[in-house]
């Protein structure tokens, strides 16, 4: 068998997953328009603090644009973060549907891994689409570049930034297998909700992580959620370049693997004494 | 049995029901009370790096935060029969029975689910009012809490009426609007902090548009006991909470007129 034929039912899966959730567009629509307001009050909010003292807006490791850029693609890609297990999951556990999976030729975990990449992905594609053509092309048009999404420095960064988003939606997809792992040996996804916070803190999505005091980044930099979100835009921004901007890659890369092999242990144990459902 | 004997009775059938499930109602409430606490975490990094902005501290820019949640919060408890009108009574056609039973659609509506889950949000607003309010040794007397309270007040009409506006809009869109939540969830987010950060054009939204100010910033002032830097005499915070009632007027209105246009979708 060669490697197309081995890959083929996974892409298959993220084909018809993305498909399906890509059907709920009016969700992505009002999902957006939310998204914009809240974008639009944060840029306010940084432009009061970095109005408010030239001396502390010099010094700070973000410039002013940096910030509004940060901002607009956090909004951007909002969805990305990881707060809920995998809703396809709980649904399944519940109603026995898992047998099924169970007894497909494929890697289970692997096959609940795609299956919940392909969840995430289409819900950030078109919401980030729009985000783009609201803040980095109708900003500009209407004379508010200032308050618009700017490009990357150059090419370089933009590439490597592409590459970092990617990995960005592996590092949630394996965060996402450990909510449904959860899920699974629970029965029940609503406790799991409480842990919602550590991704919207820690990815940077609330505030750049840059902005919190300087002696706490060097832990924040090292910390799973830091690939989801703010490694990205360093890497966009220039700031990390070169070997720095490899190391990024490589903490997302590390998180990646230690998760994917978390979860694959785990799992394997709560399915040896998963007690199927329904009938 | 009167209608006030009726909600209460609605309201205690509700909590009974949600006891009944007490890991998954307290972690929803721990749940509710992080998700906004990390909030104010960011605004304390944000005054942490920046300093004090346009004269404005961190401890009143939290007696803002707090009290405004707190209002939220409350509305939030009550409000849930209007928020998912559309998709739990509208589309399924439960609406007409809430019509032929001799009481209020008001009444049934606000009993519908009262979620005790939110006074994780408001035990998170109170924690923050209260460490800022003594962080900036704001005087608690009979005048300022009485005008927090009031304030409080306002803001509660205020947000209730927004979510009652939704649920007489879905008697058109037949589903429960995404988007109001730029005006709740977004509004609690533009009113925790001061009015004066925000361009003109914001500031005349949140004061002429969606009152926000009006039940939040001007009373608040007064509690802090500090002067508008935008020049707004003080008297005038005094009277705004009011206009938080007269939204609510409003948004009962619009909800009359969407009860009088209501047809079943016969399912």
């Known amino acids: 068998m060669s490697t197309i034929d081995v890959m083929r039912p996974y892409t298959a899966l993220f084909a018809s997953r993305f498909q ?17 307001w809240w974008g639009g009050l944060k840029v306010m909010i940084f432009a009061a603090f970095y109005g408010a003292s030239a001396a502390a807006a010099s010094t700070a490791p973000l410039s002013l644009s940096q910030a509004v850029t940060y901002t607009w693609v956090g909004q951007a890609v909002l969805v990305l973060l990881p707060w809920f297990a995998d809703p396809y999951v709980a649904t399944a556990v519940r109603t026995g549907a898992v047998s099924y999976d169970r007894l497909r030729p494929i890697d289970f975990y692997s096959l609940w891994f795609i299956r919940a990449a392909g969840w995430i ?25 200032d308050w618009s999404w700017q490009l990357p420095p150059n090419l370089l960064a933009g ?16 965060m996402v297998m450990v909510l449904n792992i959860i899920t699974a040996a629970s029965l029940n996804s609503r406790g799991i909700n409480a842990l919602a916070v550590a991704p919207t803190m820690l990815s940077g999505s609330l505030l750049p992580l840059s902005l919190f005091p300087d002696s706490w980044q060097s832990a924040l930099i090292l910390q799973p959620y830091a690939g989801l979100l703010d490694i990205p835009l360093r890497i966009y921004f220039g700031v990390f370049e070169g070997a720095a901007a490899l190391g990024g890659l490589a903490v997302q890369l590390f998180w990646i693997a230690s998760l994917v092999g978390l979860g694959r242990w785990w799992l394997g144990r709560v399915l040896r004494s998963l007690e199927m459902q329904g009938g | 049995m009167s209608g006030l004997r009726l909600l209460f009775r609605l309201v205690t059938a509700s909590l009974r029901a949600q006891a009944q499930y007490p890991g998954s109602t307290i972690m929803l409430t721990i749940g509710q009370f992080l ?15 920046f300093g004090n902005v346009h004269g404005w501290q961190l401890g009143e820019v939290a007696v803002f935060y707090g009290l405004v949640h707190m209002m939220f919060a409350i509305a939030d408890m009550a409000c849930r029969g209007f928020d998912v009108l559309g998709t739990d009574f509208l589309r399924t056609g439960d609406f007409d029975r809430v019509l032929l039973r001799p009481r209020t659609a008001t009444l049934q509506l606000m009993g519908y689910e009262f979620r005790l889950s939110r006074l994780g949000r408001f035990a998170q607003g109170l924690v923050v009012l209260l460490i800022g309010s003594n962080a900036v040794g ?23 009426a927004i979510v009652v506006m939704q649920g007489a809009v879905s008697f058109w869109t037949v589903e429960s609007l995404e988007v109001v939540n730029v005006v709740t969830y977004g509004g609690v987010q533009a009113a925790q902090f001061p009015l004066s950060l925000y361009s003109d054009w914001l500031r005349n939204a949140l004061t002429f548009v969606v009152p926000l100010a009006c039940v939040a910033y001007f009373p ?6 500090k002067p508008d830097p935008l020049g707004t005499p003080a008297w005038f915070g005094v009277i705004s909470p009011l206009a938080g009632f007269i939204f609510l007027g409003v948004a009962f209105l ?7 246009h209501y047809t079943s979708t016969g399912s």
């Open chain 1, 159 to 174: 590439v490597l930034f592409v590459i970092s988003i990617a990995l960005a939606l592996l590092l949630s997809s394996a």
């Open chain 2, 254 to 260: 619009a909800w009359r007129f969407g009860v009088r």
């Open chain 1, 121 to 145: 992905a289409a819900r950030v594609v078109p919401r980030a689409i729009l985000m783009f053509g609201f803040a980095a092309i109708l900003l500009p048009l209407i004379g508010l570049r």
């Open chain 2, 138 to 160: 704001v005087e608690w007397s009979a005048m300022t809490i009485g005008m927090a309270l009031w304030a409080m007040a306002g803001g509660i009409a205020l947000f209730f």
């Open chain 2, 35 to 49: 998700g906004n606490a990390i909030e104010i975490f960011a605004v304390w990094a944000l005054f942490d790096r």
């Open chain 2, 220 to 225: 608040i002032l007064l509690v802090l006991g």
């Open chain 1, 20 to 36: 399906q959730m890509f059907q709920y567009r009016g969700a992505a629509v009002a999902g957006f328009i939310t998204q914009c």
